[in-house]
Nanobody, 125 residues
Framework: VQLQAFGGGLVQAGGSLKLSCAAS????????MAWFRQAPGKEREFVAA????????HYADSVKGRFTVSRDNAKNTLYLQMNSLKPEDTAIYYC???????????????????WGQGTQVTVSS
């Protein structure tokens, strides 16, 4: 099982980026998929998640209204559209997945069994 995130980069404040995460090794349509991030000197934190069929999404308050999480189960791919980026969004972004997650655990770091390598997002002021 592999998750590979890409699409990070350097962008000015107010700009946009779209992250993608390609999943392989299993049928990820049956999993909950999410994004976490870790800024320098800070703990890893929940960003957004989408349930199996893509109909239910959850967001951290800090990104609500600016970020949109989505998935294409036919392509086994998770996305994160990030708009109105702020310097405080600078972090390494990780995609994660789990096949047995329940909704109450969706924001919990340790609830996810599968992690991809991160992709760096840097927002300049």
């Amino acid at each position: 099982v592999q998750l590979q995130a890409f699409g990070g980069g350097l962008v000015q404040a107010g700009g946009s980026l779209k992250l993608s995460c390609a999943a392989s090794g299993r049928t990820f349509s049956n999993s909950v998929m999410a994004w976490f991030r870790q800024a320098p000197g800070k703990e890893r934190e929940f960003v957004a998640a989408v349930f199996r069929r893509g109909g239910h999404t959850h967001y951290a308050d800090s990104v609500k209204g600016r970020f949109t999480v989505s998935r294409d189960n036919a392509k086994n791919t998770l996305y994160l559209q990030m708009n109105s980026l702020k310097p405080e969004d600078t972090a390494i972004y990780y995609c994660v997945a789990d096949f047995n997650l329940i909704q109450s655990s969706i924001r919990m770091l340790r609830a996810y069994d599968y992690w991809g390598q991160g992709t760096q997002v840097t927002v300049s002021s």
